[in-house]
Nanobody
């Protein structure tokens, strides 16, 4: 059974940085693309960034140039480096596979506030 566990969230001031991690376990070799999503209060969950097994990446326009997605296949771990954070980045961040995912985990809360 495949499981994904997010970590690394927290409270940060505008302009600050955070690095999120997503630890994967189980038979994940069938999944090529991994992704970060986020859901802000009162809004639908949205796709933030994707990374393929080969390292190809894509980003939502709202985070392009500020966020960097990466994965370490040897460690079965995916990361999201978030720089120049803005209050509108405040959300619960989730990792999953793309486009077809598994059950959502609990996510990790990111709050950007002064």
């Amino acid at each position: 059974q495949v499981q994904l566990v997010e970590s690394g969230g927290g409270l940060v001031q505008p302009g600050g940085s955070l690095r999120l991690s997503c630890a994967a376990s189980g038979r994940i070799f069938n999944f090529n693309v991994m992704a970060w999503y986020r859901q802000a209060p009162g809004k639908q969950r949205e796709l933030v960034a994707t990374v393929s097994r080969g390292g190809s990446t894509n980003y939502a326009d709202s985070v392009k140039g500020r966020f960097t997605i990466s994965r370490d296949s040897a460690k079965n771990t995916m990361y999201l480096q978030m720089n120049s954070l803005k209050p509108e980045d405040t959300a619960v961040y989730y990792c999953n596979f793309y486009p077809t995912g598994i059950a959502w985990g609990q996510g990790t809360q990111v709050t950007v506030s002064s």
